[in-house]
């Protein structure tokens, strides 16, 4: 029996592990996330997120450079740091899977995780699948979660601006963009929304694909490397951009931010001024759109997000900066 197995065993109280399965590799070859199923015990099942260095690079797009490399390992260090001292304030309304344990022997980390499968939130959705209400789902619990971390001090072991886009972790994509008039504002965009009277934890990478669902609404949230201190907006655009595509987007798109605004006003601290809040971050959804097209730009141009409704936003972003 190997060291992990019998830490699983002894974390869970499980009499043995029955099988395993791989849930999916991570990025560029960094790892994987195992399931293993339990016999007896606590909990039917587990997660293991185990992160390796790789012998060889493989990223999809070829960005096989020595700050892509480190900028991985820094995102999972912030993964670690995120579930040791942030996520216990969390609560059922922005929930994240419970961390059992994490284990760290370099070049080796491992995160031993609840399993959100058998907690209920068993439903993963694709873009061609979610409905409306599903992505309403999925801004309450955005919500929620930015609402919780408008008044935490510190971010103290997070990225200092999140997002996995942020300008300056990104400046090969930055050097190879297309769009020279969205270059010569892209410094400007970025300052916008890092320069917001209000800002809170982001979550950084809350695609539809980090979603759990449940078949009774409820929602949880995985996957928080790039989790920092930012503008909540860049969550609601980043999420909407990966639930529809450009007519969707722009035919929901007063519907999706008039429920987020109405769930943040509901869970929000009363000390917050929300009106203040609410047209401070309801003028930036174009900017934050606007910041992930300036990623898209230099990392995949012709990216499929890269739409006619994207580029409405951001064409109104450069108006307003250039005017």
């Given at each position: 029996?190997?060291?992990?197995?019998?830490?699983?065993l002894?974390?869970?109280?499980?009499q043995?592990?029955?099988?395993?399965?791989?849930?999916?590799?991570?990025?560029?070859g960094?790892?994987?996330?195992?399931?293993?199923?339990?016999?007896?015990?606590?909990?039917?099942?587990i997660?293991?997120?185990?992160?390796?260095?790789?012998?060889?690079?493989?990223?999809?797009?070829?960005?096989?450079?020595?700050?892509?490399?480190?900028?991985?390992?820094?995102?999972?260090?912030?993964?670690?740091c995120?579930?040791?001292?942030f996520?216990?304030?969390?609560?059922?309304?922005?929930?994240?899977?419970?961390?059992?344990?994490?284990?760290?022997?370099?070049?080796?980390?491992?995160?031993?995780?609840e399993?959100?499968?058998?907690?209920?939130?068993?439903r993963?959705?694709?873009?061609?699948?979610?409905?409306?209400?599903?992505a309403?789902?999925?801004?309450?619990?955005?919500?929620?979660?930015?609402?919780r971390?408008?008044t935490?001090?510190?971010?103290?072991?997070?990225?200092?601006?999140?997002?996995?886009?942020?300008?300056d972790?990104?400046?090969?994509e930055?050097?190879?963009?297309?769009?020279l008039?969205?270059?010569?504002?892209a410094?400007?965009i970025?300052?916008?929304?890092?320069?917001a009277?209000?800002?809170?934890?982001?979550?950084?990478?809350?695609?539809?694909?980090?979603?759990?669902?449940?078949?009774?609404?409820?929602?949880?949230?995985?996957?928080?490397?790039?989790?920092?201190?930012g503008?909540?907006?860049?969550?609601?655009?980043?999420?909407?951009?990966?639930c529809?595509?450009?007519p969707?987007?722009?035919?929901?798109?007063?519907?999706?931010?008039?429920?987020?605004?109405?769930?943040?006003?509901?869970t929000?601290?009363?000390?917050?001024?929300?009106?203040?809040?609410?047209?401070?971050?309801r003028?930036l959804?174009?900017?934050?759109?606007?910041?992930?097209?300036?990623?898209?730009?230099?990392?995949?141009?012709?990216?499929?997000k890269?739409?006619?409704?994207?580029?409405?936003?951001?064409?109104?972003?450069?108006?307003?900066?250039?005017?």
């Amino acid at each position: 029996m190997t060291l992990l197995h019998q830490e699983i065993l002894t974390l869970t109280s499980a009499q043995s592990i029955i099988d395993s399965e791989s849930v999916q590799t991570l990025w560029s070859g960094y790892g994987e996330i195992v399931r293993y199923r339990l016999a007896g015990g606590k909990v039917p099942s587990i997660i293991v997120k185990h992160i390796q260095l790789p012998d060889v690079q493989d990223h999809p797009r070829g960005w096989n450079t020595t700050r892509s490399h480190e900028r991985k390992l820094r995102s999972y260090q912030v993964e670690t740091c995120w579930y040791q001292h942030f996520a216990y304030l969390t609560n059922e309304a922005c929930r994240v899977p419970q961390v059992l344990k994490v284990i760290n022997e370099s070049p080796e980390l491992l995160l031993i995780l609840e399993d959100l499968n058998s907690s209920g939130y068993d439903r993963r959705l694709q873009p061609d699948s979610v409905s409306l209400e599903d992505a309403m789902n999925g801004l309450t619990w955005l919500a929620n979660f930015h609402a919780r971390f408008l008044t935490v001090p510190s971010e103290e072991g997070l990225w200092p601006i999140g997002t996995y886009w942020h300008l300056d972790t990104r400046p090969e994509e930055y050097d190879r963009m297309e769009n020279l008039p969205l270059k010569k504002v892209a410094k400007a965009i970025d300052q916008r929304l890092n320069e917001a009277t209000f800002q809170t934890i982001v979550h950084g990478d809350a695609k539809l694909a980090n979603f759990c669902f449940s078949k009774h609404g409820k929602v949880a949230a995985v996957d928080f490397q790039y989790v920092g201190r930012g503008c909540g907006m860049k969550d609601v655009a980043y999420f909407i951009s990966s639930c529809f595509d450009e007519p969707e987007s722009e035919r929901h798109e007063q519907s999706l931010l008039n429920h987020y605004f109405n769930q943040l006003e509901v869970t929000v601290d009363k000390q917050t001024d929300f009106q203040l809040l609410k047209r401070e971050w309801r003028d930036l959804y174009k900017y934050a759109w606007a910041d992930f097209y300036r990623f898209l730009d230099g990392w995949s141009p012709g990216h499929w997000k890269m739409h006619r409704y994207s580029e409405k936003l951001t064409r109104q972003v450069m108006e307003e900066l250039t005017t």
